[in-house]
C-alpha cells in the first residue's frame, strides 16, 4: 500500500472566502501515483471548512448568505460566549461545524471518483492568516 502526503497552506485576505482546491488535490493524486484507492483533504483550523459541491458563484453566495443567517458576524461579546475570551471569531466556529471538517473521495484508475459536477472547496471563515489543509492519499 502506498501512502502520500501533501499540504496546502491557504491564506484568505478576507474574513469569508469559498476556494476550488479540486485542482491542487488532482496534482497530489498523481503524485502519488496511487491508481485504486482514498484521498483525504480536510482543515487543519477550526474555523476553515473541507466540502463538496457545485462550483457553482450563485451557490457559493447563497452559502454565503445562509451562513451568516444561522452565525452572523459580531465580534462583540454579547451575542457568542467564545468572544468574551478576548476572540472576535465565535461565528467562524459555528460555520466550521455546519460545513464539516472534511472529505473522502474515492480514487478510481488514478482519477478522482466524482459524481457530476462535484468539486472540492476550502472554506474559510475567519481568514486573514496562513491555513493549513491536508491532503492524505493511500492506497495501491
Known amino acids: 500500500m502506498k501512502s502520500h502526503t501533501r499540504y496546502l497552506t491557504l491564506n484568505v ?19 502519488s501515483g496511487v491508481k485504486e484507492g482514498l484521498c483525504l483533504v480536510n482543515a ?19 452559502y ?7 452565525a452572523p458576524f459580531d465580534p462583540s461579546p454579547q ?4 468572544n468574551r475570551t478576548g476572540e472576535d471569531n465565535a461565528d467562524a466556529h459555528l460555520k466550521r461545524q455546519v460545513m464539516g471538517r472534511e472529505v473522502v473521495v474515492a480514487i478510481t484508475k488514478a482519477e478522482l471518483d466524482f459524481g457530476p459536477w462535484e468539486q472540492i472547496f476550502y472554506g474559510e471563515f475567519d481568514g486573514r492568516r496562513a491555513k493549513r489543509v491536508l491532503i492524505k492519499i493511500i492506497g495501491e
Open 44 to 62: 487543519m483550523h477550526i474555523t476553515a471548512s473541507v466540502f463538496i459541491n457545485d462550483d457553482e458563484a450563485g451557490l457559493h453566495q447563497d
Open 13 to 31: 485576505p478576507e474574513r469569508f472566502g469559498l476556494l476550488n482546491i479540486t485542482p491542487e488535490v488532482r496534482k497530489a493524486v498523481k503524485e
Open 79 to 82: 451575542r457568542y460566549r467564545h
Open 64 to 70: 454565503r448568505d445562509w451562513l451568516e443567517g444561522l
